[in-house]
């Protein structure tokens, strides 16, 4: 018995072979055809040298090539890559040679960049990209393929290649990993057992109960035995949340509803479309502009019965939104990462406080920590960090400095512990403030950048905002607000700072703000803090609070 993503997948293909598994406009596959394309590409991976543990990387967006590619590279029990398309040539350099893959599947679109990189040359003695074979999706670009790594178009890699399923039994120890970019640093790649994280992303613990699933055929045959649900991951694939939604809905027999590019409007003509069910977003950065595409015209939504969020802050003001327009359809906001998988969630109720980023029920693996391990108590107010014991990573692949900070023992228990500032309720429920490398200190308290955006979201011309902390001689820091306004309005300071002290304490109100056209948000949502920082430092505000000027107390 083996809880690996092939053999999860295989069970479902194996019970329901002619139900539908991915749709993408007019194009669709059923389990049967899945089977036979995805077992002829892991048979051309294995023909290529690709043995158990070699790494494979996915240079692609959502689609249905790419949902064939993911399951070929786990059936030949390599190692995904996952590759973000919208990285420059410096972050692909490191990606290539820091994750030591041998093959790249990629859309033809990123042709010249792939091969920018490959035939970069190194005089420093580092080491280069290992890259010797690369398989090319058609995306409909004429863009030139180029030569080096030995190019083959992904027809012809699956042409001729055996559509039997005979590979050698799957282990729970072969290996899942997942890059993640972070808020700084250089892509690192996050690498665990698959039983593991199927246990707490793939449903291998039930969602609701906590009951681990003892029976590796449960998933296939609890779909078997009902209707034919339909998830429309957004996302991209990239983004882990993304690539395990679509993997629940093929352990399951599911329908997975992909496509490649985000369009608030093409999102609700597809739930129409392919009648999706649950649908699930980051947050604002998708939430936002899609609420605000179905207030423009009329949608078939009658299909869709769930919607749910994670990975990125889904501000009250947005919530609500979606609460009015949808009061039958649960709403979900999700808390966790690729260190710890599922954290917690919760389904939003109308009227809660617009205070701070998401408040959710923890699972009994999940946990707020104070420096030496000990747990913080419920209802002090104290701050700690979030950590997960159970099911986690095994390791940041070739970190092992970044692995002994992150993945610690306390008390005989081993923990991941990625980062995150928390704070336990009274009633138990854990309040998300967000990543500690980005709190700002101002004049000895801490401020959690998500809590005082999803206030700053409450103002009606605020459409999207990242807060960080700028340099002050007083109090060392102080709040700075980058907002992208809506329809060209400017809100003055001092309404932006009203909107905040309704919910949250007068220090962490914005004391300066600078107005962009556009928030930059990685492609899975998450705001780039970066960027924000590089904007208050390449410029003035555009306002500053008389407090700041005066040098009067706040």
């Excluded at 820091?98 to 580092?126: A, K, P, W």
């Excluded at 009902?226 to 690539?243: A, K, N, T, W």
């Amino acid at each position: 018995m083996a809880f690996t993503i092939g053999d999860l997948v295989e069970h479902a293909v194996d019970l329901m072979p002619d139900r539908t598994a991915v749709e993408s406009g007019d194009r669709s596959r059923t389990y049967a055809e899945l089977e036979a394309r995805s077992n002829a590409l892991a048979h051309h991976l294995r023909s290529l040298g690709v043995q158990p543990g070699d790494r494979v990387g996915l240079y692609s967006r959502n689609t249905i090539e790419s949902v064939e590619a993911m399951v070929a590279i786990f059936k030949a029990r390599a190692v995904m890559v996952n590759v973000n398309y919208r990285y420059v040539e410096g972050e692909l350099d490191h990606i290539f040679s820091d994750s030591g893959m041998t093959v790249l599947i990629h859309e033809r679109q990123y042709s010249t960049r792939v091969c920018n990189v490959l035939s970069n040359r190194d005089d420093g003695g580092g080491v280069r990209p290992v890259v010797a074979h690369r398989v090319v999706i058609p995306d409909g670009s004429d863009v030139e393929i180029g030569t080096l790594a030995a190019p083959v178009s992904y027809d012809d890699a699956i042409e001729g290649e055996s559509i039997e399923r005979d590979f050698e039994a799957r282990s729970d120890d072969d290996l899942y990993m997942l890059y993640t970019g972070g808020t700084t640093g250089k892509p690192k790649g996050v690498v665990w057992r698959q039983a593991d994280v199927w246990r707490v992303l793939g449903g291998g613990i039930d969602w609701y109960t906590g009951e681990p699933v003892t029976d590796e055929w449960e998933h296939a045959r609890t779909g078997a035995a009902g209707g034919q649900l339909v998830r429309f991951p957004i996302p991209p694939f990239i983004h882990g949340g993304s690539q395990w939604a679509v993997f629940q809905a093929l352990f399951s027999g599911g329908k997975a509803v992909v496509y490649p590019d985000f369009d608030a409007r093409a999102v609700w003509e597809a739930v129409g479309r392919h009648g999706v069910n649950v649908m699930f977003i980051t947050g604002d950065a998708m939430g936002r502009p899609m609420i605000e595409a179905l207030g423009q015209r009329d949608y078939d939504t009658s299909t869709l019965v769930s919607v749910a969020s994670s990975a990125c802050l889904f501000s009250p003001s947005i919530k609500e939104q979606f609460l009015e327009r949808f009061p039958n359809v649960i709403i979900i906001d999700a808390i966790g990462s690729s260190e710890t998988g599922f954290g917690g969630m919760a389904a939003v109720v109308k009227g809660e406080s617009h205070v701070g980023a998401p408040r959710v029920n923890a699972d009994k693996h999940t946990h707020v920590l104070r420096e030496d391990g000990t747990q913080v108590e419920p209802g002090t107010g104290e701050v700690g960090v979030l950590a997960r014991a159970g099911h986690i990573p095994l390791h940041y692949h070739n970190d092992p400095e970044k692995s002994a900070k992150t993945f610690k023992e306390f008390n005989g228990i081993r923990y991941s512990i990625p980062g995150d500032f928390a704070r336990v309720e009274a009633d138990g429920t854990i309040t998300m403030l967000g990543r500690g490398s980005m709190s700002i200190n101002t004049g000895g308290e801490k401020v959690y950048p998500e809590e005082v955006e999803a206030a700053l979201k409450g103002h009606p011309d605020v459409f999207d905002t990242v807060v960080v902390g700028v340099a002050d001689d007083r109090f060392g820091q102080r709040v700075a607000a980058v907002i992208a306004a809506r329809d060209s309005t400017r809100p003055t300071l001092e309404d932006l700072a009203a909107a905040v002290r309704k919910e949250l304490a007068g220090y962490k109100t914005p004391r300066s703000v600078w107005f962009v056209d556009e928030i930059k948000r990685s492609p899975a949502g998450k705001p780039d803090y970066r960027w924000a920082a590089s904007v208050t430092d390449s410029r003035p505000a555009d306002e500053i609070a008389d407090t700041e000027v005066k040098g009067a107390t706040r």
